[in-house]
């Protein structure tokens, strides 16, 4: 068996536009969604993911209130313009690109971003009302783990489900996500991790598997039964000296191993990557809606 490629670009594409006619109806009404985003230091992968967002909300239609630091900004500082943005009511969503500098207190900083106003869904208040069932801004990326399934007409409801991985930012929420008593999730879910004796024996029983352990070939074919969903989580770099840059970006999954026994699968890049800043989108012009009163 070969499998299918769940294209994440292609869904992005699609859920993009969709957002931009959902933009346009707003701005027809005079509301236009903003997202404010804070970039502290000069960290290139950071740096590379706020420009992709920038361009992201213009192509959408939002506005873009782009803040960049220098490295040696203080927590005040940081704390104040936090502050200004909440009280800004042309800021939808305010993002905070991780990680600070080591001199900055993130947890002070991400507790201080309004709840309503939290489009990475990283703030207590939005994990809580998540894990009970309440209406939330879910965290970027397993949402659109989420979306991907969904999208590829993946029953979840039912499924035997393992995610490998027992993240903040991607395994827990996406865990709880998928046993809700919603649309998509009534699912059974396994959270395996580091701990786990044999982790093999549960991912042979999963319909669905969630890799997101950030470490190459974690899952390897010999654990995945034949015509499974595998959503890679992971990016890795390993050395290439073929490659210009001298290293390529991996999964979390041994992918043409995998692929031969798998129905779908994520590629990595191209798969769960571009879901992450278009449910971000998804977040600020649902923020966007809440702030005006629009269903």
Known sequence: MAATIIDGKQVAADMRAELKLDVAALRDQGIVPGLGVVLVGEDPASQSYVKAKERACEEAGIYSDDNRLPADTSQSALMELVAKMNADPKINGILVQLPLPKHLDESAVLLAIDPDKDVDGFHPMN??????????????????CIQLLQRSGVQIEGANVVVVGRSNIVGKPVANMLIQKAATGNATVTVCHTRTKDLAYHTL?????????????????DMVKDGAVVIDVGVNRVEDASRKRGYRLVGDVDFEAVAEKASLITPVPGGVGPMTITMLLFNTVESARRAHGVA
Request: aromatic residues 2%.
């Open 127 to 144: 994990v809580g009302k998540m894990v009970v069932g309440e209406k939330a801004f879910l965290p970027c990326t397993p949402h659109g």
């Open 205 to 221: 029983q999963a319909d669905i598997i969630i890799a997101a352990a950030g470490r190459p070939n974690t899952v390897t074919a």
